[in-house]
């Protein structure tokens, strides 16, 4: 069983940054993806970047390419979102998955879900 747990989120002006957190207790599998989805209120749930468990490829969506950047730590069983440059409409909860999925992107992929944790960006 794979427990996620979030944090760092917050409340932020335009253009600042947040890094959250994923703390992730359980047994992974070699080819486990790490991912970071958002769901904004009236709108689906959507990727914002993963990370594969072993090798560190990654991948991201094109709204937070060169803003955003995941990384992991194995020791601590962590992977992280560094935010910068945020604007209004990253304004959501951001949400930490892992699973094995095909595509990095599909939400459908991934079994474990942590609960979630508020991003809001002021303008």
């Known amino acids: 069983q794979v427990q996620l747990v979030e944090s760092g989120g917050g409340l932020v002006q335009a253009g600042g940054s947040l890094r959250l957190s994923c703390a992730a207790s359980?047994?992974?599998?070699?080819?486990?993806?790490m991912g970071w989805f958002r769901q904004a209120p009236g709108k689906e749930r959507e990727f914002v970047a993963g990370i594969r468990w072993t090798g560190g490829m990654s991948s991201y969506a094109d709204s937070v390419k060169g803003r955003f950047t995941i990384s992991k730590d194995n020791a601590k069983s962590t992977v992280y979102l560094q935010m910068f440059g945020l604007k209004p409409e990253d304004t959501a909860v951001y949400y930490c998955a892992a699973g094995t999925p095909y595509e990095s992107s599909n939400p459908l992929g991934y079994i474990y879900w942590g609960q979630g944790t508020q991003v809001t960006v002021s303008s």
């Open positions: 359980g047994v992974f599998v070699a080819n486990t993806v």
